[in-house]
């Protein structure tokens, strides 16, 4: 099961960064991804413009998410499908247990679905006997290697390709060992021919759904490779499992915002595959499942609306934020500890498993905006992560580094006569420390500063004295 | 008892309430400059738009010359002569006959077909993007399984944006798509699969088409 | 905005990292503002912002200390602050933090309206011209609360442009973040060091001799990095640069 690991960040986090591998393929996505969306949104003059209008949609539908929902349900229903509204991961993981039973499944081809991670499907479903075969190649590559993703869109970025020949060389056995993969084509090849047979072979197709339309009663899901079009075409039930906050209005509205999630995500115009699916197959259609079914999930989403934090519900998941983090450069998407990584991870997750259980993530931030200055839909993450910061100053349970020294601090703060008498005795003890040299190596106390860096030592009088003493002889400089 | 769903809308419905966007109007579409062409300049957009996307356009004048642009295409990237056809008559009625080297067949695909041959829905010329559906006439599966997809765009067939390909489903079925209205699928497709998974290297054919070609008639789309 | 008048009242908020560790900044901004026309005071109940108390999410004291600054700096025309993050503090967050407070929230944000970020003063309101030179090859770096916050990015350029003798060589990423973050840099130490090293190299790859910047808490992270990384590569605040002030040491060098 995927256990939230949240707690672990300063650890994963430092290992992280002494990962060669690691780093190798951070930097890969770094200079590509920041790029590649600044030429899509110079393309397009009418961008910034776009996500007024995405936030605005977005707004508008929270404000009104019970009726778009109740729409919804009603259109699948009209047009043959089954909607089930899941209040947690275990109520859906049932759910799909009981649906995949009545399809006799013994597979299941899956497009990506980050609300399957949620919930750890892929586990349960294997635990029951059910197999689960990953058709988006990044998924497919973690599946091998056992991983979990870590990033929502390129769940497989922190793997290099030298990391990918070997994972494939392990697991495909059947293939003449000789065989030469430096081609990253001969890589994609194999599993296309690998994962081709899977597809019909399967009993269930579960996909994602980045949004669902109320109007039709429609799932949408957003693909380059079409593994997702092929997960639900061809077996004999489609289920599509998706969270309350991603139904859209119409079909025209979700233009809106497709016009500024793949921009923000690759920096394609539109992702190659965007497939609107409505209801099982038709009686004249020669192709299709039989059966289609949509999971709604809750998972505490609803708790948020009308409170503080309901901006984030904003999120259409293009993983802008992360792709511009320079922590999430760092140390890449497993050291936040469970399925959502970087800055919307560091809001959503203590949102979904409590903030006790991920403690360090609103922390691991320098707020320095530029998730904020790139969302879409303009989530304010600073201040949503200073919401977090808040909530755990108040509960008490910031964790320790944290809160030392700054209470004493504020009260310095608010009291000008001590604060001067305590900074002019600070410096001196610091001057003292450097004695003449511009900075010091070791400090006590500044283990975390003097680690990595040298601490510039102060000029000499506080500016405060040197002003009240220009002051009261008259002088100016 | 009360049920996942009660709980879920009780909850929903008491957010709501409190939310500072309940009643924020719902904003109209923004719909890009780049899309309003009209004319030649709308075919010049849907090309270079569909060329960036790594599709490959041609046009042709007249519906009889999309066979002889077909063979042409296959024979000219060295690809075995054989097609699948959309059963859509704006295919399936051209004239194939008059490329008797053509192997054609007519259908869904099973995944054995290396080529096959659509209609689309519509081409959107803002992103060189075309829209194509499910249906009896135009199985799903011919736009996803083979290795090479060729889609026969109809000059009355462009459009500028994805609001007027909405436009010109909605047109098709009575002007509602609500209550089942909606064919089963209705995919937009720019450009053939790919994928960047592997080292961030970007590689076209992941498990859908690895080549989309594109024939632009300039007529319109022919009354069957 | 308002034309400049001469002989307006500017009120400098120092700001804790200049006050205690780089007076001579203080000095080159009241330098600057008096050379604009203005008269400078420094009033005298000042202390600190309260960014270190709002980051950790200590909004009680954060709102005390925000209602404490408002009332030592009313009565003046404008209030200037030599740093990005100090200003963002002031003109952006003061007023959300009060605005639920009837007494408070319309005096912050006349307080917030009247704030501004040192070059951006110079550049916006004073419209200075600056009479300094400083022949040198110059980078500059721009803070995430100056350039997010404050809207800071062509002004230091436009007066440094003025400057005889810069040469400005920009970095590759000017606007990613060099790592300080206030307490972030004690807090995650290892991830502030990768994202100070990819600054630094940066910096050592524009070729040039000077870095500048307008945010203390910045320069003193890139500063402490490069001379642990034994770099020759200067680093000043640029008001001194801009108030013909650079016979002191820079950032962490002895005297």
């Known amino acids: 099961m995927f256990v939230p690991n949240s707690n672990a960040f300063p650890e994963k986090s430092s290992n992280a960064i002494a990962d060669p591998q690691l780093q190798e393929a951070l930097g890969l996505l770094r200079v590509q991804s920041i790029p590649n969306r600044l030429k899509a949104v110079d393309k397009l003059p009418e961008f910034e413009a776009l996500r007024d209008r995405a936030r605005d949609l977005k707004d508008h539908i929270l404000g009104h998410l019970d009726q778009y929902l109740l729409q919804f349900e009603e259109q699948v229903k009209l047009s043959g499908g089954e909607v089930h509204w899941c209040s947690d991961a275990e109520s859906a993981r049932q759910t799909i247990l009981r649906l995949c039973r009545e399809a006799g499944a013994k597979t299941v081809t899956k497009g990506k679905t980050m609300i399957g991670e949620e919930i750890s499907i892929n586990d349960f479903l294997s635990e029951n006997g059910i197999e689960p075969v990953e058709t988006d190649l990044g998924e497919y590559i973690i599946q091998l290697r056992k991983e979990t993703p870590s990033h929502i869109i390129g769940p497989a970025i922190h793997v290099t390709k030298r990391q990918v020949e070997q994972t494939f060389r392990e697991h495909h056995t059947d293939l003449e060992p000789a065989r030469s993969l430096e081609d990253p084509n001969a890589l994609m090849a194999e599993a296309r021919a690998k994962l081709r ?67 923000s995500a690759t920096g394609q115009e539109l992702s190659v595959y965007v497939t609107f699916s409505t209801g099982p197959r038709r009686q004249t259609d020669p192709d299709g499942p039989k059966a289609f079914h949509v999971v709604l999930l809750d998972n505490g989403r609803s708790g948020y609306l009308g409170g503080p934090m309901q901006e984030m519900l ?107 008498f305590a900074a002019r005795w600070g410096t001196r003890l610091l001057r003292l420390i450097a004695d003449g040299r511009g900075s010091v190596s070791v400090l006590p106390l500044a283990g975390g500063w003097t680690k990595h860096r040298d601490f510039p030592a102060p000029q000499g009088k506080t500016f405060h004295d040197q002003w009240r003493a220009q002051r009261s002889t008259g002088g100016a400089k | 008892m009360s049920t996942d769903r009660d709980r879920m809308l009780a909850t929903i419905r008491a957010g709501v309430s409190r939310s500072n966007t309940k009643g924020a109007p719902k904003p109209g579409p923004l719909v890009p400059e780049r899309g309003q062409q009209t004319g030649r300049a709308l075919v010049e957009l849907f090309r270079k738009q569909a060329e960036a996307a790594a599709a490959t356009v041609v046009e042709v004048a007249r519906a009889e010359d999309v066979p002889a642009a077909v063979a042409d295409y296959l024979r000219g990237r060295n690809l075995p002569p054989q097609i699948r056809l959309s059963p859509d008559a704006r295919v399936n009625a051209l004239d194939w006959k008059s490329q008797p080297l053509l192997e054609t067949s007519t259908g869904a695909s099973d995944g054995h077909d290396l080529a096959s041959v659509t209609p689309v829905l519509a081409g959107v010329a803002e992103t060189g993007t075309l829209m194509v559906h499910s249906g009896a006439a135009t199985p799903n599966t011919l736009h996803f399984l083979p290795e090479t997809h060729i889609a026969v765009v109809y000059a009355d067939e462009l459009v500028g944006t994805y609001e007027e390909g909405w436009k010109a489903l909605r047109a098709q079925r009575a002007g509602d798509l609500s209550k089942g209205a909606m064919p089963r699928t209705v995919s937009f497709v720019t450009g053939p699969s790919r994928s960047a998974d592997i080292g961030k290297i970007l590689l076209m054919g992941a498990h859908g088409p690895k080549r989309l070609h594109v024939i632009m008639v300039d007529a319109k789309r022919p009354r069957h | 905005m308002p034309p400049a008048a001469k002989g307006q009242r500017v009120a400098l908020f120092v700001t804790c990292l200049v006050d205690l560790f780089r007076p001579s900044v203080g000095f080159a901004a009241v330098k600057l503002i008096e050379q604009a026309g203005f008269t400078v005071e420094v009033p005298e109940a000042q202390t600190c912002c309260g960014q270190p108390a709002y980051n950790s999410g200590d909004r009680a004291d954060t709102q005390a200390i925000a209602r404490h600054t408002i009332q030592a700096f009313e009565g003046y025309d404008y209030i200037v602050v030599p740093s990005g993050s100090c200003g963002g503090m002031l003109h952006c967050h003061y007023p959300e933090l009060l605005a639920e407070d009837p007494k408070w929230a319309a005096r912050a944000v006349a307080f917030a309206a009247r704030t501004y970020e040192l070059t951006q003063f110079l550049v916006e309101v004073a419209k200075i011209k600056i009479d300094a030179a400083f022949p040198a090859r110059v980078t500059y770096h721009d803070s995430c609360s100056s350039l997010r916050e404050m809207g800071v990015k062509t002004q230091p350029r436009d007066l440094l442009g003025q400057v005889k003798g810069v040469q400005i060589s920009e970095l590759a990423e000017t606007e990613a973040c060099c790592g300080f973050g206030g307490t972030f840099c004690v807090k995650f130490p290892d991830i502030s060091n990768s994202m100070v090293e990819r600054k630094t190299a940066d910096i050592v790859a524009s070729g040039a001799d000077t870095l500048l910047a307008g945010d203390l808490g910045c320069l003193m992270n890139i500063a402490g990095k490069l001379k642990r990384q034994g770099s020759t590569v200067k680093v000043r605040h640029v008001a001194e640069v801009l108030a013909g002030m650079t016979d002191d040491a820079a950032i962490g060098e002895a005297e």
């Open chain 1, 197 to 263: 047979d899977r597809y019909f072979e399967a009993d269930v197709g579960i996909t994602g759904a980045n949004f669902f339309i109320a109007e039709t009663g429609s799932t949408v899901i957003v693909t380059n490779e079409g593994n997702g079009d092929l997960t639900q075409t061809l077996p004999k039930m489609h289920i599509a499992l998706t969270s309350i906050e991603k139904v859209v209005p119409t079909l025209d509205d979700a233009m809106t915002l497709l016009r500024v999630l793949p921009r």
């Open chain 1, 314 to 420: 904003r999120c259409i998941r293009c993983g802008a934020c992360m792709d511009h983090c320079p922590v999430y450069h760092a140390v890449g998407g497993h050291a936040y500890g469970w399925v959502y990584p970087g800055p919307i991870g560091s809001i959503l997750t203590p949102a979904l498993v409590g903030v006790e259980n991920a403690k360090h993530l609103p922390h691991a931030s320098s707020l320095c905006g530029r998730c904020e200055s790139v969302c879409p839909v303009r989530i304010p993450i600073p201040k949503l992560l200073r919401h977090w910061r808040e909530e755990e100053f108040t509960r008490g349970i910031t964790p320790a580094v944290q809160r030392s020294g700054l209470g004493l601090w504020a009260w310095f703060a608010k009291h000008p006569a001590l604060y001067r």
